[in-house]
């Protein structure tokens, strides 16, 4: 198993997430390393802490009603990967997703969002159910 230097992976992946829902950029901001990165289902990357926070104040903005909900996390290394589904009230951002956060030092290093296909499912080990 790899060293990630936190105690509890998970629960930095659910206080990341718990932040994204309630639409708190400065509880984003303590839990991103400054290398952050994060890439959208479609394949974007933001990277940098500046740019991913002012990425997310801008996604608020315009989609104050949207949220993820976990149904299961799972934890390998220094990899979270959750399965559930986002709500919001632009169709296009509502339905199954599956997301990662790598973690390091207790800080989201990468937070990753994927579509829910059986090849992602496939490619991060994720079983049908879960």
Known sequence: MTDTGSANPTLVAIRFNDSINGRDTDGLASLMSDDHTFVDSQGAVVSGKRGCLDAWRGFFESFPDYRNVFASLAARDDVVTAVGHSVCSEPSLAGPALWTARIRNDKV?????????PEVREQLGVQNGQ
């Open 109 to 117: 290093v990468e937070w990753r969002v994927y579509a829910d296909t």
